[in-house]
């Protein structure tokens, strides 16, 4: 991060915690349909087009690590296998045998120097082209080059992996935008797996991610635990095209780094004063909210399994420790020392989550009203209306395109306000 980007984060932390009502010029947020929450017809939009047409985080290259090393995924009920081939590429395919619809790979994990269908025989290299079927003679002039593992397309940001099952969309660089830039000194390219765990929330996806893109909560989930350490008055929100969002917040207290579970990951060294001092969260459309720090990248996955029902997968990375196995001291984050259950900070983010959706889903609820601290709520569905189609949403599970692109980074309407206060004094 540029000096000049600090200075102003530094100016924009005062004017919030100074201001008496939200900027000038900001708008109103109209409440955010019920149904959006509840409504079989939204969540059924959502599966046609937000998981269809996005790049979605599929995993670490330390889980395919060396040529033919593969791994299943399935987190939006598309049967995919992710192999790493001999070139060093990581490619994805529908693990769909393209005989007669048999999976190609069935281990969860693994390595094979060719992936073949138990079923008949027929076998892909790990570029998914066809190289050979059973009883050939058997089939008139089959042509093995058309029938190959049909692919989604697949994209790296540094060691992560993600994918997007629109061939026609913009490539992961250009859905990120500035984003990618800003998240450069996080060294992604160098960061080591830690631990990913997954855990079954009884309520709507985003009900669960949604409690960890606003501070409005803190004070009262998170008394002893997140409120001592963050300062939330002096939260700042920043809103990118495609539905990104970032929040940065000051720490309240420096940590003893010598008493701090997180100082056992190696520093990154370029990660800079921002991410050293403050709290610095990033939410990657649709569905990656991770503050990043110069100890820990601990993204977190929310993904739907039914209208009221999520996986929540919770990961930490580290900066690469030079060589061997992982330290047995790294642990992830987000968890208990033996993984079986979330951290404290997030059972207190999760626990109110089946309470709400049966809440959402009763008579007495009506719509949620946003304030200025969640705009970042605002923000997504707006961008999730325009990736469906604005004119395809039922009328009254619609929001109002309010937030305007004068608000979008790197504008920041904010500052020229606070040149206005000075020179007015």
Not at 233 to 255: C, E
């Amino acid at each position: 991060m540029e000096q000049q980007d600090i200075d102003n984060l530094r100016l924009l932390m005062e004017f919030e915690a100074a201001r008496s009502e939200p900027p000038r010029g900001f708008p109103k947020l109209p409440d955010l349909p019920a149904g959006r929450y509840a409504d079989q017809r939204f969540y059924d939009l959502e599966k046609q087009h937000i998981w269809r047409k996005t790049w979605l985080f599929v995993g670490h290259i330390d889980q395919v690590p060396e040529p033919g090393s593969f791994m299943l995924w399935d987190n939006t009920g598309e049967p995919l296998v992710v192999v790493h081939d001999d070139d060093g590429m990581i490619n994805t395919f529908y693990n769909t045998c393209r005989h007669r619809g048999a999976p190609v790979v069935t281990e969860p994990e693994g390595k094979k120097i060719r992936l073949t269908c138990i079923y008949h025989g027929w076998t892909y290299d790990l570029k998914g082209n066809l190289v050979s079927v059973r009883d050939p003679e058997d089939f008139h002039d089959i042509d093995l080059s058309c029938r190959g593992l049909k692919p989604v397309r697949t994209e790296m940001l540094g060691n992560l992996i993600f994918i997007n099952f629109d061939e026609s969309a913009q490539s992961l660089w250009e859905w990120l935008g500035p984003v990618a830039d800003e998240l450069a000194e996080f060294q992604f390219e160098n960061c080591r797996l830690i631990g990913r765990q997954a855990f079954d929330i009884q309520c709507n996806w985003k009900i669960a991610m949604e409690a960890n893109t606003e501070v409005y909560h803190i004070k009262g989930i998170h008394p002893l635990t997140v409120a001592p350490m963050i300062d939330d008055r002096r939260n700042v929100n920043s809103f990118y095209r495609n539905g990104h969002g970032r929040m940065v917040a000051p720490n309240k207290i420096v940590i003893d780094e010598r008493e701090d579970d997180r100082t056992l990951f190696p520093n990154i060294e370029t990660v800079g004063e921002i991410g050293r001092t403050c709290t610095q969260s990033y939410g990657i459309f649709p569905n990656w909210v991770s503050p990043l720090s110069h100890r820990a990248l601990p993204p977190l996955l929310f993904w739907p399994t039914s209208i009221n029902t999520t996986r929540f997968e919770v990961w930490t990375f580290c900066r690469d420790w030079g060589g061997g196995p992982m330290p047995e001291a790294y642990k992830n984050m987000w968890t208990s020392p033996d993984d079986t259950e979330l951290s404290e900070v997030l059972q207190e983010d999760t626990t109110f989550g089946p309470w709400i959706q049966r809440s959402m889903e009763s008579s007495g609820f009506q719509g949620v009203p946003l304030s200025y601290q969640e705009a970042r709520i605002y923000h997504w569905n707006q961008w999730a209306d325009r990736l469906i189609g604005i004119d395809d949403i039922p009328e009254e599970l619609r929001v109002a395109q309010v937030i305007g692109d004068e608000w979008l980074a790197p504008n920041e309407p904010r500052l020229d306000q606070i040149g206005s206060n000075i020179a007015a004094s």
